[in-house]
């Protein structure tokens, strides 16, 4: 690690090989949490390099427990986290209101480390079981149209910094591998990032993966989502575009308007309330438009924003999202 350390304080950066293999070491246990800490650290004080993200990415990856759910076109909706907005849990809910209309989600999350409340708090809050038993996983795929896939079930690579980042309380670059390490390897992919480069990077690496179909969000506030706040970025199959709320039909929201609440208690209420169709408009518009560009993602031919919202919008109002989580929590 000594060497490692020096290398990237001199500002080199790390081959791909070479960042798959100190990840891979981490894993193993043999570095203490002042060495994980500083190795962390590094990449908060500078860019993250492609690929170096792509040797992370592969580490955790090769690292992971597998499950195979290809039998299903499946779709990940997830966000870094690491925004410092606190909103509410808005892929999570967008997950359950794709589901809802009928598409199969396997999502991909985890506890909150820079937010109040993670997708993992809330759906843990809410009675799921957190497994990594594939014919458990497949059943809800099959009657609820959707799993969640709790990272620390998959990736035991992450247990041995799980530590060093509560202690950090801040973003690190597990925060970016995120999104791109879900172990099911979906071919669909909605993910949202907390900056402008890390959209570049993450485009670059969908774009090797032949047959995946993703949109990257970035909003210019800085949210990891769709926020409707202000205008965002898009990168997808067909390249980079900037739209505007109002490109998507949609007026523009305040940010206290998708606060997330101070305690996991108020987040899972927040939580709740929307899901039983009892949310705010400003709530229901913002989480119909992330549900949106994923489904989107899953037609077999292109259809306007607008069709996609309504699907979500109906999937939201009536209750079927709701139904969904229902089906998996019991």
Do not use: W
């Amino acid at each position: 690690m000594k060497t490692i350390l020096e290398k990237l304080f001199k500002h080199y950066k790390l081959t791909a090989e070479e960042a798959e293999h100190i990840l891979k070491e981490i894993a193993s246990g043999k570095y203490n949490n002042a060495q994980i800490a500083s190795f962390l650290t590094v990449f908060n004080m500078r860019p993250i390099r492609v690929e170096e993200l792509k040797g992370f990415r592969k580490a955790l990856l090769d690292l992971a427990i597998p499950v195979d759910l290809s039998a299903y076109e499946t779709i990940d909706m997830c966000g870094t986290g690491g925004d410092g907005k606190n909103t509410f849990n808005i892929s999570t809910l967008a997950s359950f209101v794709v589901a809802g209309a009928g598409y199969k989600v396997a999502k991909h999350g985890n506890y909150g480390v820079s937010s109040v409340s993670g997708s993992s708090n809330v759906l843990e809050a809410l009675g799921y079981e957190f497994t990594n038993d594939e014919k458990t996983l497949q059943q809800q795929i099959e009657t609820a149209n959707i799993t969640f896939l709790h990272a620390p079930k998959f990736h035991p690579a992450m247990a041995s910094v799980a530590p060093v980042r509560r202690e950090l309380k801040m973003k690190t670059f597990f925060n970016m591998l995120g999104p791109i390490v879900n172990p099911s390897r979906p071919n669909h992919q909605l993910a949202g990032v907390f900056s402008l480069e890390l959209a570049r990077l993450y485009h670059y690496l969908f774009q090797e993966e032949k047959g995946k179909k993703y949109a990257v969000i970035y909003g210019l506030s800085g949210y990891d989502e769709i926020s409707l706040t202000d205008d965002f970025v898009l990168k997808n199959n067909k390249g980079e575009h900037l739209l505007k709320p109002e490109d998507l039909g949609l007026s523009r929201i305040a940010p206290e308007e998708i606060f997330g609440g101070n305690t996991v208690e108020e987040a899972v209420e927040i939580f709740k309330k929307i899901l039983s169709g009892k949310g705010t408009e400003a709530q229901n518009n913002v989480v119909c438009a992330n549900a949106a560009m994923a489904i989107s993602l899953m037609k077999k031919e292109e259809e306007d924003f607008s069709t996609c919202f309504e699907e979500s919008k109906e999937s939201l109002l009536t209750g079927k999202a709701l139904k969904s989580l229902q089906l998996i929590t019991g």
